[in-house]
């Protein structure tokens, strides 16, 4: 599995950006995919992830509200809308692939449930 990451930019505080994970190889239906990100000087965090088993989606408590993840399954690819961006939402975005995706919030924000992990693309929000 290999994943391309795209959509990063700067934005001004209270703008929007649209991630893009686009993903090639087989998809595992008991897998998902998560989006994590990585401030300069912290360490990486979850951010939302997606189940396929039953599409349920798990978010971080910064994302409620703020990020919308969605999945086109023709283009093998799930976008992260962010809007309401605020300054401390900068960071660089991963994105990453699990084959086996155990339910519930800690397994999908747990870094080490993911097998592939895309590039990065960095998100700079100015004040």
């Known amino acids: 599995v290999q994943l391309q990451a795209s959509g990063g930019g700067l934005v001004q505080a209270g703008g929007s950006l649209r991630l893009s994970c686009t993903t090639s190889?087989?998809?595992?239906?008991?897998?998902?995919l998560g989006w994590f990100r990585q401030a300069p000087g912290k360490a990486r965090e979850f951010v939302v992830g997606?189940?396929?088993?039953?599409?349920?989606?798990y978010d971080a408590d910064f994302a409620k509200g703020r990020f919308t993840l969605t999945n086109d399954n023709a283009k093998n690819t799930v976008y992260l809308q962010m809007d309401s961006l605020k300054p401390e939402d900068t960071a660089v975005y991963y994105c990453?692939?699990?084959?086996?995706?155990?339910?519930?919030?800690?397994?999908?924000?747990?870094?080490?449930?993911?097998?592939?992990w895309g590039q990065g693309t960095q998100v700079t929000v100015s004040s």
């Open positions: 990453a692939a699990a084959t086996d995706l155990a339910y519930g919030y800690n397994n999908v924000a747990r870094e080490t449930s993911y097998n592939y």
């Open positions: 997606i189940r396929w088993s039953g599409g349920l989606i």
């Open positions: 190889g087989r998809t595992h239906s008991r897998g998902g």
